[in-house]
């Protein structure tokens, strides 16, 4: 008798362990941070709005250190997309450079460039 309640036990902590393990697809949330160029209030907002997508749960960019911070999805976006992502609407990353002509076509108070 003991030793059945023992193996409901065990059988309980094995699947238990197992959900917990990742048998089931889970989401993996992540937080990165990384240097992005910036000029203005502008651009904090297109840098937000850019990561406004499915599997990214919060995004903030600071100004004045220059800095995103982001909650996403690590099953959804590798932390490369990311970057590829802000490049994308015109802003440098520290590891993607953004295209000149999408950088030449940010107004005048956005060109954090220095010619
Ligand atoms: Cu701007």
């Known amino acids: 008798m003991k030793q059945k309640i023992k193996s409901i036990y065990i059988g309980i902590i094995v699947i238990v362990s197992s959900l ?38 919060s995004s903030y960019y600071d100004l004045k250190s220059q800095k995103v911070f982001i909650t996403y999805n690590s099953l959804i976006y590798k932390e490369e997309q990311l970057h590829n992502i802000i490049a994308a609407v015109g802003h440098d990353t520290e590891k993607v450079k953004a295209d000149n002509v999408v950088y030449s076509n940010l107004p005048d108070c956005c060109k954090y460039r220095q010619e």
């Open 20 to 57: 917990s393990c990742g048998i089931l697809p889970k989401s993996q949330k992540s937080t990165t941070s990384f240097t992005v160029a910036g000029n203005c209030e502008m651009c904090t907002e297109r840098i937000v709005n850019s990561l406004d997508l499915k599997g990214i749960y």
